[in-house]
RNA sequence: GUCCCCAUCGUCUAGCCUGGCCUAGGACGCCGGCCUUUCAAGCCGGCAACACGGGUUCGAAUCCCGUUGGGGACACCA
């Protein structure tokens, strides 16, 4: 058995919006199931289309979701002498002819057949005329078979039978000698040895006009599989007005890449009732007979619940490194950078490598948080030595009234022994038994000192995090806050 | 208009090929409860679907036909 060959071919008219991840997904997910080859290619044959930023943003859309590829990226704008080669053969052999008809006559010859009810297709008129070398401006048109039966067995709709009679010569070459789609496509699937062609829906009746010229031109089959649309709320095709449809609007929005590529793989893919995967399971668990025939809906409260499963359960260290990204194109934190901190604070570091600590932090703020965004804002109380207090939350609990409680408090925990997560919150059972106070009454106002906000993961838990020391100076800043409120 | 594809809770889906285990399972969301030092998370429970009509069969979500509905394609776009 041969090696598998995908590939993902995109037309660069366009950042690469969620379909098109999706596509390439599946391929993706192919190719390295088999050990296979996933090949790039650039569809950009509309030069009035086709940008150079549009490649760069396909290229940056692929590498963030994590597909590499082993081919390419070819672009199709460089092979052009190669698609010219095969419709020449294919006119020397008889199966292509010229076509003379000029681009405003076909299309009022279109508008017209419509308006009669008409099929719009070509009437074949230059068919016959057996014109050798063209005077002025010509097209070149494939000779279609006009009877039989094409029958396609595609790897997810199944067995697909299209008439020829439906079918008009299409052109190939247009009049400035750049190949059309649905002929530089079959060259270069043939060429580049491409043995499943997987893409999206809508291009299942292209397959028809494109098996022909695969045979006309000698060259083997591969096997074709497409896949259904994505749709927005309305059951439209996912487009703009249904919010972000670019991929790297939801690495902003703090999506995993993980976390996409599963949720995306789900819409119209399933394994069972498993919905939690990682990319190794999806790799040996993909199958084409549990990919969905009928189009899906987008639903973006899903993919977020997906999201908050991966920063649960990932591996922290990943998400952590995810996160200091995050945290570093919000311009939060510069790990570079060391002037945040004066002096009398770093006496009281005792987080020195961020990454470390910041792994600490992730673990403890995951359970609360559902994107790198929430995640960013519920971190940074613990990413420098001192709590920013928001003054909300002082103004009802850092009052002159818990003054006095929050440093005898303060005291307290000063003079304890021994340092350790158990230890300090017996203590501070303790410590609000003897004063005949309830565990809110003390817990609110230390957190607010200790995190500067009035929600936070568990008291102790973040004294853990903090230390003896951070917990310590920031419980003293709490009580001057409070003295100062007076 | 012609051709092609599709059809299970609001949404994603399991089941369909190889009819009975389906008084149709899971997940998101929604509602209610439990837990609780805050915010969450977690746990328990609830609401909610086989598009319709004919067949075939002892028996159909599952097989066949039709209807309806949705989507796609019919460019010198991809």
Redesign the pocket.
Known sequence: MSQVRVRF???P?GFLHIGGVRTALFNWLYARQQKGALVLR?????????TEESIQAILDGLRWVGFDWDEGPFR?THRLELYRDHAMKLLEQGKAYW?????E???AR?KE??AK??????DGRCRSLGIVKPAG???LRFRAPQQGQMIVD?L????????HE???D??I????G????????VVDDALMGITHVVR???????T??QLPIFEALGFPLPRFG?L??I?G?????LSKRHGATSIMEYKKMGYLPDAMVN?LV??????????IFTRQELIEKFSW??????????????????N??HI?QDDPAKVASLLLEYLISLGTMDPMKTEDFSEEILAYRLVNAPRESLVKAVVM?R????TLEEMAH?VTPYLHDEARIEEEAAKKFLTPAMAPVLAELTQYFSMLPEFSKPGW?DAFKKFVETKGL???Q???P??VAL?G?????????VVELLGRERTLYRLRKGVEYAQRAA
């Open positions: 071919a995109p037309s008219t650039i569809e950009d044959t509309d030069q009035s289309r086709s199709q076509c003379v008809c000029k681009p006559e076909l299309e279109r057949a419509e009810g008409l099929s719009p297709r070509y401006e010509a097209a595609d997810i709709k199944g067995r697909v039978v299209f008439d439906v079918l008009d299409l052109i070459l247009r009049s400035n750049i190949p059309t789609y649905n002929f530089s496509v999206g829906d809508d291009h299942l009746t292209n028809p006009r497409h259904p649309m749709l709320a309305d059951k439209t095709r949720y789900r819409l119209g893919w399933s394994h069972g009732d498993q919905e007979d549990h990919v969905q025939k009928s189009a899906a809906v987008f639903n973006p409260d899903k993919l977020l619940w997906v908050e499963q649960k703020v359970e609360r948080t559902k519920w919150e309830k565990m809110g003390v817990a609110q230390v957190r995190t906000r009035t929600a936070s993961p568990g008291l102790f838990e």
